[in-house]
T-cell receptor
Framework: KNQVEQSPQSLIILEGKNCTLQ??????????LRWYKQDTGRGPVSLTI?????NTKSNGRYTATLDADTKQSSLHITASQLSDSASYIC?????????????FGKGTKLSVKP | TAGITQAPTSQILAAGRSMTLRCTQD?????MYWYRQDLGLGLRLIHY???????GKGEVPDGYSVSRANTDDFPLTLASAVPSQTSVYFC?????????????FGSGTRLTVV
């Protein structure tokens, strides 16, 4: 069964610190992997999209990496800010399908404390 | 600001009653989707539409129906609500059905069935 597993489930860090969130997947065939940020009470907002040929992609202080061989991705947040407090969702696209077949992880809830 | 508008923001509904969740987008996206998000679970696809006039079933379609009379609107109807349909519902859209483009999500409708 195609799955997307994220770790840790939750994380608390101090403002200004860095952190790395993990995503492992078993989705096949693989088309692309996305990271979304979801603020409390809001819908998910896209941070990065990577195809299997891309190893890394940055969006400001957010850097995503992808290892298609080991089926692992990470999201690194540099110099965290209070506004980074949110859930971060890893989403893997199951190849080209009739409905896009996005497989969502359960998310990592990040809390940035002052 | 271009995007997706969902209404209502929240609703308490008596079991057995019907309700329609509204979703409108102004990006002229061809594809639209309805997801539900439950605590401890990733977003799950309910129904989707790849263009006006066509719809398809997602992972958890039972108890829900959709219509796509035009490009902009994609309402989700619960014919006879049950407590297990208590959830946060997100409407999303993308330029086309498939895996290449990014998804834009609405802010969600929090539904409580009592």
């Amino acid at each position: 069964k195609n799955q997307v597993e994220q770790s840790p489930q939750s994380l608390i860090i101090l403002e200004g610190k860095n952190c790395t969130l993990q995503c492992n997947y078993t989705v096949s065939p693989f088309s692309n992997l996305r990271w979304y940020k979801q603020d409390t009470g809001r819908g998910p907002v896209s941070l990065t999209i990577m195809t299997f040929s891309e190893n890394t992609k940055s969006n400001g202080r957010y850097t995503a990496t992808l290892d298609a061989d080991t089926k692992q991705s990470s999201l690194h947040i540099t110099a965290s800010q209070l506004s980074d407090s949110a859930s971060y969702i890893c989403v893997v696209s199951e190849g080209v399908g009739s409905q896009g077949n996005l497989i969502f992880g359960k998310g990592t809830k990040l809390s940035v404390k002052p | 600001t271009a995007g997706i508008t969902q209404a209502p923001t929240s609703q308490i509904l008596a079991a057995g009653r019907s309700m329609t969740l509204r979703c409108t987008q102004d990006m002229r996206h061809n594809a639209m989707y309805w997801y539900r998000q439950d605590l401890g679970l990733g977003l799950r696809l309910i129904h989707y539409s790849n263009t006006a006039g066509t719809t398809g079933k997602g992972e958890v379609p039972d108890g829900y129906s959709v219509s796509r009379a035009n490009t902009d609107d994609f309402p989700l109807t619960l014919a006879s609500a049950v407590p297990s349909q208590t959830s946060v519902y997100f409407c999303a859209s993308s330029a086309s059905l498939g895996t290449g483009g990014g998804y834009t999500f609405g802010s969600g409708t929090r539904l409580t069935v009592v």
